[in-house]
């Protein structure tokens, strides 16, 4: 049973305009909320996280928005740059448990 | 700051073989952590330690995979036999604590097909 969902594959958008990856969780327990970055031939990297006592962190041109009710968290990177083309991966956490991750979106950003 | 470092990159071995990869934190790190990433799919942890202590070993699959971390700061995971469905990428990460939602820095991965 996956308790972090990514069901978008993939995503392609121009340059320029706003990127919107979205995640979903099943857990309510869950108390923090990661996304990581990925680039071929690299571990993932840490992009921004938000506590579950949050609704939003922003961070540059990536924010993150939580919506608890809709247990729904969605990564906004505006504007898209080429070199946000990667692989977006959302985490989720509770406690000191490990990290529970999502299979990832594929960001191509056109130029 | 040196990030984390994995050893080897890639790795072709055939079934039944044994193989084994090495990881070094970033300094100063107490927690480490390893993960296999098998492909279209998220990092599952395989094995957590703190310092040289075991914190979560719940998904590793002990009758082929075992791990190390002596005197709390390289660690080495083993797989024996390696199985098919072992195929995929092995990433280590580090982190300064163990709290809750820490950021863990990953390293570049072990790439491992079984054949």
């Known amino acids: 049973d996956q308790q972090v969902k990514q069901n978008s594959p993939s995503l392609s958008v121009q340059e320029g305009r706003i990127s919107i990856l979205n995640c979903d969780y099943t857990?309510?327990?869950?108390?923090?909320f990661l996304w990581y970055k990925k680039y071929p031939a690299e571990g993932p990297t840490f992009l921004i996280s938000?506590?579950?006592?949050?609704d939003k962190n922003e961070d540059g041109r990536f924010t993150v928005f939580l919506n608890k009710s809709a247990k729904h968290l969605s990564l906004h990177i505006v504007p898209s740059q080429p070199g946000d083309s990667a692989v977006y991966f959302c985490?989720?956490?509770?406690?000191?448990?490990?990290?529970?991750f999502g299979k990832g979106t594929r960001l191509s950003v056109i130029a | 700051e040196a990030g984390v470092a994995q050893s080897p990159r890639y790795k072709i071995i055939e079934k039944r073989q044994s193989v084994a990869f090495w990881c070094n934190p970033i300094s100063g790190h107490a927690t480490l952590y390893w993960y296999q990433q098998i492909l279209g799919q998220g990092p599952k942890l395989l094995i957590q330690f703190q310092n040289n202590g075991v914190v979560d070993d719940s998904q590793l699959p002990k009758d082929r995979f075992s791990a190390e971390r002596l005197k709390g700061v390289d660690s080495t995971l083993k797989i024996q036999p390696a199985k098919l469905e072992d195929s995929a990428v092995y990433l280590c990460?580090?982190?300064?604590?163990?709290?809750?939602?820490?950021?863990?820095?990953f390293g570049p991965g072990t790439r491992l097909l079984v054949l």
């Open positions: 990460a580090s982190g300064r604590g163990g709290a809750a939602g820490e950021t863990q820095y």
């Open positions: 985490a989720a956490i509770k406690g000191n448990t490990p990290l529970v």
């Open positions: 938000i506590s579950s006592i949050k």
């Open positions: 857990n309510s327990m869950f108390d923090y």
